[in-house]
């Protein structure tokens, strides 16, 4: 069985750093693209990055372009999304997601269970 488990959030203020993780188990997470969505309440859910093996951190998302960073750790199995100069606008909860097996990054077939990131002062 393909699962994701994202951790690592919390409550941060603004201006501060937060780092996500996603483990990946039951596959081999380097095998499929991975993307981090994030969802703000009464928000639609919105791409933010992905990496693949033919992307080293695709962006989706304008407003995250210099502060995030997308990673992946092949012999832990996990791959991590490092947010810094975080702002309230930011706040929402983020989900790690793979797309098809050997694909690039697109559209997205696994979902984790989601971590709250909250940013305020």
């Known amino acids: 069985q393909l699962q994701l488990v994202e951790s690592g959030g919390g409550l941060v203020q603004p201006g501060g750093s937060l780092r996500l993780s996603c483990a990946a188990s039951?596959?081999?997470?380097?095998?499929?693209?991975i993307g981090w969505v994030r969802q703000a309440p009464g928000k639609e859910r919105e791409g933010v990055l992905c990496?693949?093996?033919?992307?080293?951190?695709?962006d989706y998302a304008d407003s995250v372009k210099g502060r995030f960073t997308i990673s992946r750790d092949k012999a832990k199995n996990t791959v991590y999304l490092q947010m810094k100069s975080l702002k309230p606008e930011d706040t929402a909860v983020y989900y790690c997601?793979?797309?098809?097996?050997?694909?690039?990054?697109?559209?997205?077939?696994?979902w984790g269970q989601g971590t709250q990131v909250t940013v305020s002062s």
């Open positions: 039951g596959f081999t997470l380097d095998n499929y693209p």
């Open positions: 997601a793979a797309g098809g097996f050997g694909r690039d990054c697109g559209e997205y077939y696994y």
């Open positions: 990496i693949s093996s033919s992307s080293d951190g695709r």
